[in-house]
Every structure is written in C-alpha cells, then in structure tokens.
C-alpha cells in the first residue's frame, strides 16, 4: 500500500508565499517523476509543476518565475515553494508520484488526498 501524504496549505493574503510538503510512504522500489497539480472550483485538473529523478523540472508558464519545485530522494518527499502568490492561484493541490512497489512491478501513478491553498485579495 502506498500513501501521499501533503501538508502546508492554508490562507494567504496575495503576494506571500506557502511551502507544500508530500511525502510518499509504503511499499514504493523506486519513484520517477514527482510533481503537483491543482484543481480551481469548477476548472479541471491542471499540471503545476513536474520534477523527475535526475532533478529535471517543468512548469505551467502561470507560475514560472514564482514557484519552485523540489525533491529529496532520500526522503521521498516533493515540495512546492510558492511565492507571490495571486488570488488565481487559489485552488486544492494534489501531489502525484509515479513508482513502482516491487523491482518487477509497472509504474503507476499515485495521487495525494490534496490540500487547500486559499489566496485572498
């Protein structure tokens, strides 16, 4: 069984700044790529941001120059550094990882339960 765990959201007036944490845990062999989408009340599901092994990162244009992506490996643990942040920013982030349980396993996608990150103007 694999878990994400995600935690640092909250409320913040706009131009300040959050840190979210994810944390994989279970049984998990290895992990490739990382990263964390967002989902506004009635908007789909977007990409934010994407890290992979070897620390290769991709971002929405909406938050380049504003958000950094992270990883430790050693951890399993993703983060999400967000600054100036705007009202449209608000929305529940989700992590996801992809990894595989076993050396002989597929990879597969797993997603975190998502937490609230609220931009006030």
């Known amino acids: 069984q694999v878990q994400l765990v995600e935690s640092g959201g909250g409320l913040v007036q706009t131009g300040g700044s959050l840190r979210l944490s994810c944390t994989a845990s279970?049984?998990?062999?290895?992990?490739?790529?990382m990263g964390w989408y967002r989902q506004a009340p009635g908007k789909q599901r977007e990409l934010v941001a994407t890290i992979t092994t070897s620390s290769s990162t991709n971002y929405v244009d909406s938050v380049k120059g504003r958000f950094t992506i992270s990883r430790d490996n050693a951890k399993n643990t993703v983060y999400l550094d967000m600054n100036s942040l705007e009202p449209e920013d608000t929305a529940v982030y989700y992590c996801n990882a992809v990894l595989r349980a076993q050396r002989w396993s597929n990879f597969v996608s797993y997603w975190g339960q998502g937490t609230q990150v609220t931009v006030s103007s």
């Open positions: 279970g049984s998990i062999f290895s992990i490739n790529t």
